[in-house]
């Protein structure tokens, strides 16, 4: 029985945090890599036991993740010699997270994958992590290509503890900027205060000229009031 997957690998070196070191190439496309270090939790895994864990809605659609933790070693740089467990710049143990992106959603029963699978997914994320232990600033994730995993009659499958699945939460929706309205009414404004400003002396030409009806102005000079006819 055979199973397609993409390796990936979350970890940290001595001077970058734990961020994701590989991931499958489609993921690193959609550049949403550093997912993985958000969804990979647990303590470390003996020989033989791992997770899985389902995700859901990211941009990449649904799939599962199989994975284990393991003190990172000296031995896992460049296939050097020795079990030194390689530390940060604080003295703190630092740890391997590696596995594989199934993509599609898996139930453990339905995922067989053995440690001699994992031990290959192990030794092929060696040269990654090797130029990773060196980097200062921060890098893409290097993408991985898809694998077909096979498992044979003799070998047994990893013990799987199952992860309650991760739900990518929705980005918000970002409300529409005010600058744009608050600009158009600044513009609007000076023609909006003239048009009030010619009402308003307009409305006080109108009263005046009702109270002082036999007043009227001919070619700039002040007429006198007019008697009325006495019947």
């Not at 859901?56 to 896992?76: E, N």
């Not at 997914?121 to 077909?148: G, M, V």
């Not at 929706?173 to 158009?184: E, G, H």
């Not at 205060?193 to 002040?222: D, Q, R």
Request: one cysteine or more.
């Amino acid at each position: 029985m055979s199973i397609e997957v993409w390796p990936f690998l979350v970890s940290r070196n001595r001077h970058l945090d734990y961020r994701t070191v590989v991931a499958p190439d489609f993921i690193c496309e959609a550049k949403t890599g550093n997912l993985l270090a958000r969804v990979t939790t647990g303590d470390l895994t003996d020989s033989g036991k791992g997770f899985i864990r389902q995700i859901f809605g990211s941009k990449v659609g649904d799939f599962t993740i199989v994975y284990r933790i393991l003190k990172a070693r000296q031995k896992y740089i460049n296939f050097q010699e020795g079990d030194e467990i390689l530390k940060d710049q604080f003295g703190r143990e630092i740890l391997l997270i590696e596995g594989v992106v199934i993509q599609e959603i898996k139930s453990k029963e339905d995922v067989f994958i053995c440690q001699k699978n994992i031990e290959e997914i192990h030794h092929k994320l060696t040269e990654a992590y090797t130029k990773f232990w060196e980097h200062r600033d921060p890098h893409p994730a290097i993408p991985s290509n898809k694998l077909s995993l096979s498992m044979d009659g003799s070998s047994r499958p990893l013990q799987l503890q199952e992860i309650e699945g991760f739900k990518v939460p929705k980005s918000p929706i970002t409300p529409p900027s005010p600058s744009a309205p608050l600009s158009s009414k600044s513009s609007i404004r000076p023609y909006s205060l003239a048009f009030i400003f010619t009402i308003i002396m307009a409305a006080a030409i109108f009263t005046w000229w009702h109270i002082n009806p036999s007043k009227v102005y001919v070619e700039g000079f002040i007429s006198c009031p007019v008697a009325s006819e006495r019947v």
